[in-house]
């Protein structure tokens, strides 16, 4: 019988920096993943600020381009900040993902690629994790003394939250990668766009993002994606193709999408006796712009440190976690996620257009705080107005 330290079921962002850091201290580490190859999982762009590379030491190999400007466009109006140096990386999602689980294999760390969790019980000093080949088709059985849900939004392990409409908000987004003309590539090659008002995504909002030359990611996202807060078409498809028109001529190379469900007040249970969950399986995705790559690893890297306390007996349990947690984010994802809120409830553009007008009152470092790091302090002054002129619409009759 092979006793492992951990076994982490998920080899997505946050499960591959939480066996990286295990490994590293010489933890025994068994890594396992549904998926056969990366690429069956590749539906992530991956924009993030330029911190993201050295916090996390990870290689160029990983980005796809480096973006030097951002552009916020509503359906009437527009904003946008240029600089010299780089903002940030957009990021191969199947890459980071290989990179992560190869790192973890040279340090130590067993991984097992098509292999499926089923479930899981607790014995006396240790868990029986019962597992499937989907190759072979063979079922058996590892034992471990810490198990690790990092099964993303499906929560297959610690089974943490209640999938009930009250208590959770659903998003769903559809991505295009497209093969464009060197004139599109020269123009969207090195800058985010992101598209918000009625005219581009009810209820959400779109993208277009660089990635290798001559290649952009084009998406939408719609938040609360079984209601009808906001008067719009149910399908994706008109939204998308509006955005794809602005990459014309285009060839599209791949759709891909996903469905995440965001615990309101993140209040999904994070740990229970040995068992631990990280990323999108506790809500680290922050719900203002869904950015999910940096917070899921950030939970594995904490999740790790403390799994390595207990394992050596310097802690009595995983509670820790739970607090580092709550530190992590803070005020910042209950103010998002207020925001995220009332800013895609909006009937009407009016507001929209305005406030992104506004932004454009901010410098460059400013607006990042706002969108990377959810500091809102310098877009006080614009949510103020914001709240005067919706009052006053709201009073005149103009506002529904």
């Keep these: 019988m092979t006793l492992y330290d951990a076994v982490i079921v998920g080899a997505g962002p946050g499960g591959g920096q939480c066996a990286r850091e295990l490994a590293k201290k010489g933890t ?14 590749n539906y992530s762009s991956g924009a993030a600020p330029l911190d993201l590379l050295s916090t996390y030491d990870l290689p160029e190999s990983i980005v796809g381009s480096f973006w030097n400007a951002l552009c916020v466009k509503s359906t009437n109006s527009e904003a946008r900040w240029d600089n010299q140096e780089p903002f940030g990386p957009v990021v191969h999602f199947d890459k980071l993902r290989s990179f992560l689980a190869e790192d973890a294999a040279a340090l130590g760390a067993e991984v097992r690629m098509g292999c499926l969790y089923h ?46 409409e009250n208590n959770v ?37 779109g993208w277009i993002f660089p990635m290798v030359p001559q290649r952009l990611k084009v998406g939408v996202i719609r938040s609360f994606q079984n209601q009808q807060i906001v008067p719009h078409l149910p399908s ?20 891909h999408g996903k469905t995440l ?42 999740a790790a440190d403390t799994i390595h306390r207990y394992l050596n007996q310097k802690i009595p ?19 998002s996620e207020r925001m995220m809120q009332h800013l895609f409830q909006l009937k009407s553009d009016i507001l929209m257009d305005e406030t992104v007008a506004s932004f454009q009152k901010m410098n460059s ?22 709240f005067l002129r919706s009052v006053y619409l709201l009073l005149t009759g103009k506002l529904k």
């Design 236 to 255: 994706y498809t008109h939204y998308l193709e509006n955005l794809a028109e602005l990459c014309s001529p285009f060839q599209i190379i791949n759709k």
């Design 119 to 164: 479930s899981h019980r607790l014995l006396s000093s240790k868990i029986q994790v019962s597992l499937k080949d989907q190759e072979s088709n063979e079922e058996f059985f590892v034992y471990t003394r810490i198990l690790v849900d990092a099964t993303g939004t499906d929560r297959k392990v610690l089974a943490s939250t209640n999938r009930h």
């Design 317 to 335: 349990d995983l509670s820790s976690y739970h607090r580092e947690m709550n530190t992590y984010f803070g005020l910042r994802w209950s103010i």
């Design 169 to 205: 908000i659903v998003a769903t987004g559809i991505e295009y990668h497209l093969q464009v003309s060197s004139q599109t590539s020269l123009k969207y090659g090195n800058s985010l766009n992101f598209f918000l008002g009625q005219h581009w995504m009810p209820q959400g909002y």
């Design 28 to 41: 025994k580490i068994l890594l396992i993943d549904k998926c056969k190859t990366f690429l069956q999982n």
């Design 365 to 386: 470092r400013q607006i990042m705080q706002v969108i990377f790091e959810y500091q809102f302090r310098h877009a006080a002054k614009s949510f103020f107005c914001y």
């Design 261 to 302: 469900y965001y615990t309101k007040r993140q209040k999904d249970h994070r740990f229970a006796g040995p068992v631990i969950a990280i990323g999108d399986a506790i809500s680290t995705v922050n719900p203002l712009g869904w950015e999910g790559i940096r917070h899921a690893m950030a939970s594995g890297q904490r």
